[in-house]
């Protein structure tokens, strides 16, 4: 048996000193289904006057996907938006041809100490799709289908998976799943998509009998399942789903599978022409001098 791909995580700073750790793209694996980001955050302990806002900044051509394990974030946008974000919900928000958004400690939790520890995944829109009228969904944790499956606690935070189906609403086939593995388990997980991968994220576990480490991405097999096992208690994501239409461009916060498009935002930005999140008026200017747009991803090797 051919042991699995796994691509390991690269530190950013996103500023201020908050770190994430990156996943995707990666040299070896540029997307997995319509996923062409991967960021996990925390756990990090936020404290009175910690400055780790991201503040107003543009998306287009794809959706970010925000799931929380702990802390609370708030999310403004230029459509109005004003959502907190809390453990176990899932906010979607669709970029399409241009949304401006910002992330910030809630006001109720300034003067507080807590713990912040999440992902924020990206994923590419069809072709057909890319210049969609932008939106934002949020679905409450109440409403994320949870069932006990092989003994394992499952959450389908997108997706439809073991005859349930999330609400949240999606542009092609998308898997996310949240798998709450006991100590001992032994968990089959079926062939739900085209492209998977697991992402064990407070412990190590196995793939088919190989070993994969806390904090690192593990590709199946294309269009094949595997069984997972854990030792000890752990938690892992599933990501997946149908393999992008094409290759994609990525530039700074822009994906599109036209590189023209990708030039254009950048001076519409730069130009403060994609809108404004209310009541705000910091922004994140526009990286580099002359902007350059970075080699198209798909899942072949080319780095980024």
């Given at each position: 048996?051919?042991?699995?791909?796994?691509?390991?995580?690269?530190?950013?700073?996103?500023?201020?000193?908050?770190?994430v750790?990156?996943?995707?793209?990666?040299?070896?694996?540029?997307?997995?289904?319509?996923?062409?980001?991967?960021?996990?955050?925390?756990?990090?302990?936020?404290?009175p006057?910690?400055?780790?806002?991201?503040?107003?900044?543009?998306?287009?051509?794809?959706?970010?996907?925000?799931?929380?394990?702990?802390?609370?974030?708030?999310?403004?946008?230029?459509?109005?938006?004003?959502?907190?974000?809390?453990?176990?919900?899932?906010?979607?928000?669709?970029?399409?041809?241009?949304?401006?958004?910002?992330?910030?400690?809630?006001?109720?939790?300034?003067?507080?100490?807590?713990?912040?520890h999440?992902?924020?995944?990206?994923?590419?829109?069809?072709?057909a799709?890319?210049?969609?009228?932008?939106?934002?969904?949020?679905?409450?944790?109440?409403?994320?289908?949870?069932?006990?499956?092989?003994?394992v606690?499952?959450?389908?935070?997108?997706?439809?998976?073991?005859?349930?189906?999330?609400?949240?609403?999606?542009?092609?086939?998308t898997?996310?799943?949240?798998?709450?593995?006991?100590?001992?388990?032994?968990?089959?997980?079926?062939?739900?998509?085209?492209?998977?991968?697991?992402?064990?994220?407070?412990?190590?576990?196995?793939?088919?009998?190989?070993?994969?480490?806390?904090?690192?991405?593990?590709?199946?097999?294309?269009?094949?399942?595997?069984?997972?096992?854990?030792?000890?208690a752990?938690?892992?994501?599933?990501?997946?789903?149908?393999?992008?239409?094409?290759?994609?461009?990525?530039?700074?916060?822009?994906?599109?599978?036209?590189?023209?498009?990708?030039?254009?935002?950048?001076?519409?930005?730069?130009?403060?022409?994609?809108?404004?999140?209310?009541?705000?008026?910091?922004?994140?200017?526009?990286?580099?001098?002359?902007?350059?747009?970075?080699?198209?991803?798909?899942?072949?090797?080319?780095?980024v």
């Amino acid at each position: 048996m051919t042991a699995p791909l796994l691509l390991q995580p690269h530190d950013k700073d996103l500023g201020g000193g908050f770190k994430v750790r990156r996943l995707l793209p990666a040299a070896k694996r540029r997307s997995v289904g319509p996923f062409v980001f991967f960021d996990h955050f925390g756990p990090a302990t936020e404290q009175p006057g910690s400055e780790h806002d991201v503040r107003p900044h543009p998306h287009i051509g794809l959706a970010t996907v925000t799931y929380l394990f702990e802390g609370a974030m708030m999310h403004r946008d230029s459509l109005g938006s004003v959502q907190e974000i809390r453990p176990g919900a899932i906010n979607w928000m669709t970029a399409g041809r241009g949304i401006v958004h910002s992330e910030r400690k809630p006001e109720r939790l300034l003067d507080a100490t807590y713990i912040n520890h999440g992902l924020q995944l990206w994923a590419a829109l069809p072709q057909a799709h890319e210049e969609v009228e932008p939106s934002f969904a949020h679905t409450a944790a109440a409403d994320i289908p949870s069932l006990d499956l092989q003994g394992v606690q499952v959450r389908v935070l997108v997706g439809e998976a073991f005859g349930v189906r999330s609400p949240v609403a999606t542009f092609s086939k998308t898997i996310y799943l949240d798998l709450a593995l006991p100590a001992g388990a032994r968990f089959e997980l079926p062939a739900l998509a085209p492209e998977l991968a697991i992402y064990p994220v407070d412990g190590d576990a196995s793939l088919d009998g190989e070993p994969v480490a806390q904090h690192t991405m593990a590709m199946l097999p294309d269009g094949e399942g595997g069984v997972l096992t854990a030792q000890a208690a752990v938690r892992v994501v599933v990501i997946g789903g149908e393999p992008l239409d094409g290759p994609r461009f990525i530039t700074w916060n822009f994906v599109s599978s036209r590189r023209d498009r990708i030039l254009e935002a950048g001076a519409d930005w730069s130009a403060q022409r994609m809108g404004h999140v209310p009541g705000e008026t910091e922004f994140i200017p526009l990286p580099g001098h002359p902007f350059q747009v970075q080699a198209p991803a798909d899942s072949g090797t080319t780095p980024v």
